[in-house]
C-alpha cells in the first residue's frame, strides 16, 4: 500500500492550493483519511480529518479557509486550501487508516511541499 501526495508549491499569501492524497495498492478499505503538516523546528500537528462517510472535522487554525474532501470510488483525500498566510508554510503529509485483509495499519504519504511568500 501506498499514499501519494501532490499538489504544494509556491503561492503568495491569499492564494490557493489543492492537495491530493491518492492511496494505491491491495486495498480492503479505507475508515479515517487525515492531513498533517510540519513546519520546520516544529512538531506535526493535525490539519484536518475526513471519516469514511464524509464527515469532517479541523484543527482551530484553519478558521474555515481549508475544505477536506475524499473520494472513495479512486481512494483519494483533497485538501483545498484557500487564504493562506505565511503561517502555513509547511510540509503537509497525508495518513489513512487501511485495511489489507484483516489487517489494519495507518500509512502516511511522503509529504508535499506548501510555501507561502509575504
Not at 19 to 39: E, K, T
Not at 47 to 61: K, L, M
Amino acid at each position: 500500500v501506498q499514499l501519494q501526495a501532490s499538489g504544494g508549491g509556491l503561492v503568495e499569501t491569499g492564494g490557493s492550493l489543492r492537495l491530493s492524497c491518492a492511496a494505491s495498492g491491495r486495498i480492503s478499505s479505507i475508515s479515517d483519511m487525515n492531513w498533517y503538516r510540519q513546519a520546520p523546528g516544529k512538531q506535526r500537528e493535525l490539519v484536518a480529518g475526513i471519516t469514511i462517510d464524509g464527515s469532517p472535522n479541523y484543527a482551530d487554525f484553519v478558521e474555515g479557509r481549508f475544505t477536506i474532501s475524499r473520494d472513495n470510488a479512486k481512494n483519494t483525500v483533497y485538501l483545498q486550501m484557500n487564504s493562506l498566510k505565511p503561517e502555513d508554510t509547511a510540509v503537509y503529509y497525508c495518513n489513512a487508516v487501511i485495511r489489507v485483509m484483516l489487517r489494519r495499519n495507518i500509512y502516511w504519504g511522503q509529504g508535499t511541499q506548501v510555501t507561502v511568500s509575504s
